[in-house]
């Protein structure tokens, strides 16, 4: 497969957003079907292995072209773009392995390049809720290798991943942070999508429970070193799927803007003679609030890949900040855009409704927008975060 370039792999985003994804988001929601085509075209292009080193056949791209891409998925359907993010991190994850797990991890790894194998995180338990870095669950040892059972509450892409990035706590973790994370192939036996997923939105991106029934993982499918868990999700996880999520806002809100437009100029009050747009100076301005807000949380998003490419001081506060800001301004801009367009939003003649669904979401995946104010107060303040 060809390598991509920061150019091209956006060109193909877009491609495959116009092509694949914007014509069926609309049933794809209603239906809350997940899109297995829009998968497929993912893998053919390339990049489900965009951050993947060429020596397993990547294109060895950054946080820049992920974050580019996910934001043109996320125009057109927000749950593919999620779907796209969870299984980048998952990818992350095995590259970012202890290098005993070379054997097992590396084949794997040359799936995805070849655009053969979609994985994601499951970390979230019922137990914990959104406090993903304490996992309730405990690993126990079984020769070499450990067996999870654990009831995972929320996974994007349940049933349709071919592998899953789970957390658990060690097997003699001490602390409620001590986890580990280890890597559960789709066939593992005990392993089972535990319900239906019907959410407000990202209905199509099959984020139903997953249950580990007594798990047999082998040791070298174990990621991280015993209670190394915790480090990995806050280094090799949280800053992409912090960047990842803005992302997705970004594209909702972009989204937002060019519909709320649309209408704007085809809406028409005959009876004046004029568009909507031009008759209303009250809609031009929340218009005009929709674009500034967009536009500042691009800037956001540049100022943050800025820190991960260059990480200085401050970087992990702008990365608390950005998913923060990210889904604050999502839902924001998408409910000026249901106030916009009025009826017409409102009673679904629009994608107004979906994008306004689909950015409520961002939020309330962990960290949670109120956990990261509280780490970022807490971190002013000189206070521990956990
Ligand atoms: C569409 C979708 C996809 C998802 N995909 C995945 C996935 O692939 N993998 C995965 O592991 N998880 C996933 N999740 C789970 C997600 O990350 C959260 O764990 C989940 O949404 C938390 O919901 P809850 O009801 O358990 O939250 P709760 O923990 O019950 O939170 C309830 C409220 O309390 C607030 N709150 C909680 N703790 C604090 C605190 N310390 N300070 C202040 N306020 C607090 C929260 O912000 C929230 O408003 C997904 C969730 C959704 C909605």
Known sequence: ????????????ARDIADRVLAPAAGSNDK?????????????????????????????????RTFAAVTATLAEADASVAMVYLMHILGAATMLAARPSTAQAVTPILKKIAVGRHLSTLAFSEAGSRSHFWTPISRARRNGSGVRISAKKSWVTSAGYAQSYVVSSLAPDGVGPTDSTLYLLPA??????????WDGLGLRANASAPVALDDCEVPLSFQLTDDCA??????????????????SVALGLCRAAVADTTAHLKSARFEHLGQSLGESLPT??????AMQIDTDGLSARIDDLIEH????????????LETKA??????????????????????????????????????????????????????ALLGMPLF
Not at 41 to 54: C, F, H, M, V
Not at 229 to 244: R, T
Not at 283 to 288: H, W
């Open 1 to 12: 497969m060809a390598t991509l370039t920061h150019e091209t792999a956006v060109l193909r």
């Open 31 to 63: 239906a809350g079907r997940f899109s297995t085509e829009a998968v497929h075209s993912l893998g053919d292009s390339g990049l489900l292995g965009l951050i993947l080193p060429a020596d397993v056949g990547g294109s060895g791209l950054g946080p």
């Open 187 to 196: 066939e593992t036996r005990g392993l089972s999508v535990a319900g239906a």
């Open 229 to 246: 868990g915790f480090q990995a999700m806050l280094n090799v996880v949280l800053p992409l799927f912090n960047l990842g999520t803005a």
């Open 283 to 288: 809609l031009r301005a929340q218009l005009a």
């Open 308 to 319: 991960l490419e260059k990480p200085r001081e401050t970087t992990m506060l702008r990365v």
């Open 325 to 378: 800001a990210g889904g604050d301004v999502a839902i924001s801009v998408t409910s000026t855009a249901m106030r916009i367009c009025g009826g017409a939003a409102f009673s679904k003649h629009m994608s107004i409704e979906r994008l306004f669904r689909d950015a409520h979401a961002g939020a309330v995946m962990a960290p949670t927008g109120d956990v990261l104010r509280e780490f970022i107060a807490k």
